[in-house]
């Protein structure tokens, strides 16, 4: 019994393969060259495209640079000239007491403790020599304090 999925093969002809068929055109390749090259060499006359062979001479010229070199003086250094100033600096600082901070009769400081200093920026308390300051201590006050860690002028 045969299988009916798979189709009976059928005899072909043989072809020749690849290889065979060059056989045939390298050869008709170089022929063809060879007549292509005879052609276009018979139509030329031999003795019009002859050069002599020695040459003829012909004058030259020679170009030479000649370089003078002279010798200058070196030059001198400018002199330097320094300035110095003595600038003597004095900076007053007065520390305000703070409004409303004032004590009558036997009542204590501030709740914040700022006492009777006041300092407007951190500038005037570093000028006064009181820096850092610490929540608690005379001049200490919330304005002073950036990062709110109890410790102004830091």
Known sequence: MTNPYIPPSTPSAPRSPRWARKRYVLPALALALFVGVGI???GEDPASDTKPAAAQPRPTVTVTATATATHTADPEPAPTV???RTVKVT???TARPAS???TSGGEAAD????GSVYYANCTAARAAGDTPLYA????YDSHLDRDG???ACE
């Open 149 to 151: 860690d109890g410790v």
């Open 136 to 139: 608690g201590d005379p001049g």
């Open 100 to 102: 409303g901070s004032g």
């Open 82 to 84: 320094t300035e110095t």
């Open 91 to 93: 900076t007053t600082v």
């Open 111 to 114: 709740a914040d403790g700022s």
């Open 40 to 42: 276009g060499a018979a």
